[in-house]
């Protein structure tokens, strides 16, 4: 069975600094279980302030960052000064901030070009974690509008890669190239965390999180996790829509 979590909160603000201390206990869980913590970081605007709050002076000193590997769920195919870049975004917002060794911070080399830069990654991904399909201790996913997360958008070819754990993925509505983390990766960590703001997005959270019945069309309700933990961290906007008595391990601060 799958833990679903629900946790709602007033602002973007207080979603924010909610997230960040999520992330950085989860951090220090998985570094007390297994001695270290992998994670995979998510880009767009949505987490820059949780990035910025792990980087702040009240929490990053709880981290033990020389035993914290972080990786990206996927990547734009621009390069890392851009600021399309997600690591770029990360870098500035967090990596510029703390004091985690340069060996730590697994990036995708976008200037490669999507199928070398993904084969790069995988092979990344191998070395630090030995495994066929790498199992992370924390995914941060975001959505979009139309149910994407990472880059796995509606109808794309990577959606259907099951032997791979990264797949270089043309996105045809914006007719470009990016690198993704599969959904056998994502459904083998052993925590995915949505992070979602905003009322644009409150009609794609109803339709996720009601649909019984995961579709090619809207990827992020093929996210189920074989771990069976998934958490939902949502302002108040983003969860608009949502029937609370639907969800018994919803809860709203």
């Known amino acids: 069975m799958i833990s679903l979590q629900i946790y709602i909160y007033p602002d973007y603000d207080a979603l924010s600094k909610a997230t960040a201390e999520h992330v950085a206990s989860v951090m220090n869980d998985a570094i007390t279980a297994r001695g270290k913590c992998i994670v995979a970081l998510s880009g767009g605007e949505t987490p820059k302030n949780v990035y910025a709050a792990l980087a702040s002076e ?44 340069q060996k730590n911070i697994h990036r995708i080399w976008a ?38 997360t990472a880059s ?32 056998a990766t994502l459904n083998n960590a052993r925590e995915v965390c949505f992070l979602v703001s905003g009322q644009n997005k409150a009609e794609i959270v109803q339709k996720v999180l009601d649909d019984e019945s995961p579709t090619f069309e809207i990827p992020a309700t093929l996210i189920s996790p074989i771990h069976g933990k998934k958490q939902w961290m949502l302002d108040a906007d983003a969860a608009a829509l949502l029937d609370s008595s639907k969800y018994p391990d919803l809860k709203k601060f």
Do not use: C
């Open 58 to 101: 009240s929490l990053k000193r709880r981290v033990d960052w020389e035993n914290v590997h972080i990786f990206f769920g996927d990547e734009r195919m621009v390069p890392a000064d851009d600021a399309q870049s997600n690591f770029g975004m990360v870098k500035r917002e967090l990596f510029s901030n703390i004091k985690i060794p």
């Open 111 to 148: 200037e490669l070009g999507a199928e070398e830069a993904a084969i790069a990654y995988e092979e990344e991904l191998q070395i630090e974690m030995g495994y066929e399909i790498p199992q992370f201790d924390l995914i941060l996913l975001g959505l979009g509008v139309e149910g994407h």
């Open 152 to 183: 796995l958008f509606p109808d794309t070819a990577a959606l259907h890669e099951t032997e791979r754990s990264v797949s270089a993925n043309f996105i045809p509505k914006l007719n470009s190239w990016r690198v993704t983390l599969t959904l």
